[in-house]
């Protein structure tokens, strides 16, 4: 039985042992009538049955699918080592293998002529293996499931605090799904890091660092010892700066523009339906803008270029950038709108009191009370251009050139690491393994953007509370 | 600074000054000002611009031309005999046949090699398919429908001067095309198979049915695994968790968490969840677990805030007459906060709908022509297939690819209005 099919079947046992749970109370209890005399309701008998039920079992299901494999590759070597006559092969991950792929061919009944005996003996040998692997899980979950259950059925007296014991497994659960953005983090840390490692451990951290060249393709190809591409991560840096550089220079001005007009001078039905602009601008997908980027703006972009005798890339840094700059106007606006409106309303009342223009309030008082909290949110906006992806998947090219003019076409840490890891992957190569020292990068920068955004605005939260 | 010139001038001299600068303030007044209408004009302009292009691409893809021909159904044409499948006949010449008769004086090879790409590769299925359904009609004469190319398709729908060449269609299929539709035989359908089919090589078979089911599987793996997390978690953390060092060290996560770019959930996907757990590449189940890691910040964030905004007097009422913490929370802070929950997990879900980035990452990028049955079945989804047909060279995507878009952007209008209407509806409660 498949573990999906285990699950449920404990599932629907936990339902039958929830009612099980409730007739158990009420009978000893002796009768509905005389329910009020236990120390919980029956309900809370129920569920506490259920949870004991369902918990252990699916516990057990989850250790059980995590060692299962590891276990029987044991089993398996020994047995190879034998009918080997105890020669320990030196491929011996190899032999496993085959022997796995044969006993794929027999259960899917294909042609089976080219392996040997020794092989198909092996290959029964294993499906026997796991054939008992999944008998004795399934006995083992149901035994659990059904022993938790009539354990629980027996402790059900009058005095016995249903609810008590109820509630502390319902505080442990919440508690264990509070933990699942702690593991999240761990999981990225770990699993960036450990491939990093791996990846330093083939090329050094000062080329990846400080090198200027980036072809990760030769490596491929060539398929020496060492793995002799190109890993300098200099050009994919000063890409994703000058992109980034692009979409900051529309994107600030802008939404720093429509959130001051919008906190200052907008009428209320101007902001009922500027509202919802930005809202859409900020609810578009990615994909989408990056649609947008290569198939609308940059051949625009190209035209005019060729309109003024300038040879623009047909995937130039400009089209990609100017396009992020739209997607980042809502993020900088409604971040920095809520700073300003955070300014104290006597300063900005102090101002136009003493005869200041709406603009003059804006420019000497309303702007510098609120500067950290709009210094966060251009942070912010910055750490989300930096990670945006798909914009410069799209619109944006592959050749790393080193190069600050816009109008060139540049790569991105982004780019590269979808392009290294689209498609089949093996995990040993210093290709594959660039992508995850990228993203380590990636993660490092725009962890290191958003907490020093975040630690700007408590500080300025701090000033005015 | 005032000071010295209240001094040194009698007071109707500052007022003169002041006076005298007006105008110059009351400028640069009105440039602030309508700098900011600019910005906000050009946002409209931007939202405009951007919808407009899409849809203007996308209309072509909801039509799509079909041509009609005399198929000559004769035993002879199919090599059919006694005993021979009705699979195995030869179709293909049988079309071949059908076409060449309408334009008898097409002879030479060449001619009739781009006279045979007037219509769909798939029509010689489609022929067969109707002479199994319809097994009496071996030996007869029938006018067929099938669709016409994706480049003739192109062709029509762009053209000013029919006969005329443009773009891929030459002098003379332009001719065929012109006789074709001046003598009634090519005909403009709404292309209900754009929903009803899954993504093909060919432009004018694709559709987007395999993506949107690879979509509804995921959000449902989404939701089924970060609605109970989230609320759960955001439940704990305002309600349960004693202030201390690891509950700050929850909080901070959970606000970093938020702001890490998406394609590092998808490297974590890779690593952890297909290498280390051994998941299947490329299925909505593990989409959906990356999803979930991704979109779990928005909703526990937004769970918490609406959990907050219970007031005290109801936990303080439940207390009061005796009930737990547990039953307090669940039985009347859940409800109460509920509204807000489901607007922050509809805000989350439409996030997830449209991200792209981190399931390239664990392979759901590949191109599939099944529709996916099961969650751990080989899948795309919709942002995923624009991508994809994007990067297409047909002409023919480029429309498909839009009226991808606007499925996709409708559905995220549908999310967001809901996610608004429910707010609307319980703020004023």
């Not at chain 1, 042992?17 to 309701?41: F, M, N, P």
């Not at chain 1, 259920?50 to 494999?69: K, M, R, T």
């Not at chain 1, 264990?176 to 953005?181: D, K, L, M, P, R």
């Not at chain 2, 779990?296 to 769970?303: C, E, G, Q, V, W």
Request: glycine residues 6%; contains cysteine.
């Amino acid at each position: 039985m498949t573990t999906a099919n285990l699950v449920f079947i404990v599932m629907l046992i936990a339902l039958a042992s929830y009612w099980l749970g409730i007739q158990r109370s009420i009978k000893v209890a002796g009768g509905k009538q005389q329910v009020k005399h236990l120390v919980s309701l029956p309900s809370q008998y129920g569920l506490l049955t259920a949870f004991w039920c369902g918990i252990p079992a699916i516990l057990f299901l989850l250790l059980w699918s995590a060692i299962e494999s590891s276990v029987i590759d044991a089993f398996l070597i020994d047995q190879v080592i034998l009918s080997a006559d105890g020669q320990v092969q030196q491929n011996m991950g190899l032999v496993v293998n085959n022997v796995k792929l044969l006993a794929e061919k027999i259960t899917l009944s294909e042609d089976l002529s080219a392996a040997t005996e020794l092989q198909l003996q092996n290959a029964q040998f294993y499906i026997l293996l796991n054939e008992k692997a999944t008998l004795l899980k399934t006995l083992l979950t149901l035994v659990i499931a059904v022993g938790c259950v009539s354990s629980i059925l027996a402790k059900i007296k009058h005095s016995f605090h249903a609810r008590n014991n109820l509630e502390r497994i319902v505080s442990g659960l919440l508690f264990t799904c509070s933990g699942i953005a702690l593991l999240t983090t761990i999981g990225i840390v770990m699993s960036v890091l450990f491939e990093s490692i791996a990846f330093f451990s083939q090329v050094p951290v000062t080329e990846f660092l400080f090198g200027t060249q980036w072809s990760p393709q030769i490596a491929m190809r060539a398929d020496q010892v060492g793995g002799s591409g190109a890993f300098g991560a200099i050009p994919l840096f000063v890409g994703t700066i000058l992109i980034s550089t692009i979409a900051m220079c529309l994107a600030i001005p802008v939404g720093l523009m429509i959130a001051i007009y919008l906190s200052q001078y907008a009428t209320k039905r101007i902001r009922s339906i500027a509202k919802p602009m930005l809202e859409v601008l900020a609810g578009v997908p990615t994909v989408v803008y990056g649609f947008f980027a290569a198939l609308t703006v940059a051949p625009i972009i190209r035209d005019f270029g060729l309109l003024i005798d300038l040879p623009i890339a047909a995937e130039s840094a400009l089209a990609a950038g100017l396009v992020m700059g739209v997607m980042i106007i809502p993020f900088v606006s409604s971040l920095s709108e809520d700073a300003m409106t955070a300014v104290p309303v006597a300063l900005k009342e102090g101002s136009l009191g003493m005869g200041a223009t709406q603009s003059e309030t804006v420019k000497k008082v309303i702007l510098p009370a609120a500067i950290p909290g709009i210094v966060g949110a251009i942070l912010l906006a910055v750490s989300r251009a930096i990670g945006e992806t798909m914009i410069v998947v799209m619109a944006a090219g592959l050749a790393a050139n080193l190069t600050f003019n816009p109008i060139e076409s540049v790569t991105t840490v982004t780019v590269q690491i979808v392009s290294l890891l689209k498609g089949d992957q093996e995990f040993d190569s210093a290709k594959t393994l660039a992508a995850f020292a990228l993203g380590m990068m990636l993660f490092i920068t725009t962890l290191a953007l958003n907490i020093a955004a975040l630690k700007i605005v408590r500080k300025y939260r701090e000033q005015y509370d | 600074m005032t000071k010295a010139v209240n001094e040194s001038l009698p007071t109707s001299a500052v007022t003169e000054k002041i006076k005298l600068s007006l105008t110059k303030r009351h400028r640069s007044e009105m440039m602030f000002k309508s700098t900011g209408l600019a910005a906000v004009v050009l946002g409209f302009i931007l939202v405009f611009v951007l919808l407009f292009d899409i849809t203007s691409k996308a209309l072509p893809a909801f039509h799509q031309h079909w041509v009609q021909l005399e198929v000559d159904f004769s035993e002879d044409n199919l090599r059919y005999s006694e005993g021979i499948s009705l699979e195995d006949l030869r179709y293909r010449s049988t079309l071949r046949k059908a076409i060449a008769n309408q334009f008898p004086d097409v002879k030479s090879r060449r001619d009739k090699r781009k006279l045979y790409g007037l219509y769909s590769t798939n029509a010689e299925f489609a022929i067969k398919d109707f002479l199994i359904a319809n097994p009496n009609t071996l030996d007869t004469i029938q006018n067929i429908w099938v669709r016409v190319d994706d480049d003739v398709d192109i062709y029509l729908k762009e053209t000013t001067s029919l006969g005329e060449p443009l773009v891929r269609v030459d002098v003379k299929e332009a001719q065929w095309i012109k006789s074709l539709v001046e003598t009634g035989r090519i005909d403009k359908r709404f292309n209900i198979e754009f929903f009803t089919s899954s993504d093909s090589r060919e432009p004018e078979l694709a559709g987007v049915r395999g993506a949107l089911t690879g979509t509804m599987l995921t959000m449902l793996v989404t939701l089924a695994l970060s609605f109970p997390l989230g609320v759960a978690a955001a439940l704990y953390l305002e309600e349960f968790a004693p202030k201390n060092k690891w509950t700050d060290m929850i909080e901070v996560n959970i606000n970093n968490l938020a702001a890490v770019p998406s394609i590092i959930f998808g490297l974590l996907g890779l690593a952890v969840i297909i290498n280390i757990f051994g998941l299947p590449r490329s299925a909505p189940l593990v989409g959906g677990i990356v999803l979930t890691l991704m979109t779990l910040p928005t909703i526990i964030i937004a769970s918490r805030a609406s959990i907050k905004a219970v007031p005290p007097s109801i936990r303080e009422a439940a207390t009061g007459l005796g009930a737990s913490k547990i039953q307090t929370t669940f039985s009347h802070v859940l409800p109460m906060a509920m509204p807000g929950i489901l607007t922050g997990t509809i805000i989350g879900m439409a996030q997830a709908l449209g991200e792209t980035a981190p399931l390239l990452m664990i392979g759901m990028v590949a191109f599939i022509v099944d529709v996916p049955a099961s969650i751990t079945d080989a899948s795309t989804v919709m942002p995923v297939q624009i991508f994809l047909w994007a990067d297409s060279p047909e002409r023919g995507f480029l429309a498909k690819t839009s009226a991808a878009i606007l499925v996709l952007l409708g559905f995220l209008f549908l999310m967001n209005a809901s996610a608004a209407y429910l707010r609307r509806r319980f703020e004023s409660k």
